[in-house]
């Protein structure tokens, strides 16, 4: 089946513990995103990829990293989260990013961060 | 940045009734797109039109586009309690197209 597979779903932490969010795709989509939503604030893009070695900064980029060494995965990481931070996340592939192709989401990861 | 904002921001409609939900864009658009939330969990992808469309089905959707409004428009059809969920457009716009920017939602409520 075709997906986007984020884990975890569900994560508390502290504030300062580094975490990793895992997104991995199965569909050889070239184009990754990482949205965070908010009460209010809709989705807000975070830093996505166009290709391997490819990254870019979104609308809210500050507190977190990414890397996409391989097509397949773009981990989220959260070197020293705070409660800020605190959000549901969202990964997302397409063919190539163009806005012709559309998105795939993963199922979301819900981050409290204490 | 935000570039799409829907209207209503909450719709409460009874099971059968048609539900509209707009979207209102700020600058010119490559397409837009429309995507399905079911509380909490990801997005799903209804339908996407370009800017040289004005008129888009797909089963129980009707999708407007009108460009010089900078305006598009979702239409759901004799709606069912399956249908509740939060409805988002998204835009994709100038040279960078790669970048989707989605609004703030429109929450509906199909009550049986």
């Known amino acids: 089946e075709a997906q986007v597979t984020q884990n975890p779903r569900y994560l508390i932490t502290v504030t300062g513990k580094k975490l990793t969010v895992t997104c991995s795709q199965n569909?050889?989509?070239?184009?990754m995103s990482w949205y965070r939503q908010d009460p209010g604030l809709g989705l807000r893009q975070i830093y996505y990829s166009m290709n391997v070695e490819v990254t870019d900064k979104g609308d809210v980029p500050e507190g977190y990293k990414v890397s996409r060494k391989e097509k397949r995965n773009f981990p989220l990481i959260l070197e020293s989260p705070s409660p800020n931070q605190t959000s549901l996340y969202f990964c997302?592939?397409?063919?190539?990013?163009?806005?012709?192709?559309?998105?795939?989401f993963g199922a979301g990861s819900r981050l409290t961060v204490l | 940045s935000q570039q799409g904002e829907e209207d209503p921001q909450a719709l409460s409609i009874q099971e059968g009734e048609n539900a509209t939900m707009n979207c209102s864009y700020k600058?010119?658009?490559?397409?837009l797109q429309w995507y399905r939330q079911n509380s909490g969990r990801g997005l799903v992808h209804l339908i996407l039109i370009r800017s040289n469309e004005r008129e888009k089905h797909s089963g129980r959707l009707r999708v407007t586009l009108d460009t010089s409004k900078k305006s598009s428009s979702l239409l759901i059809t004799a709606s069912r309690a399956a249908d509740t969920a939060s409805y988002f457009c998204a835009t994709s716009s100038g040279a960078g197209s790669y970048q989707l920017t989605f609004g703030k939602g429109t929450k509906l409520s199909v009550i049986p």
């Open positions: 569909m050889n989509h070239e184009y």
């Open positions: 997302a592939s397409s063919q190539d990013g163009s806005g012709a192709n559309v998105l795939t």
């Open positions: 600058t010119s658009i490559n397409n």
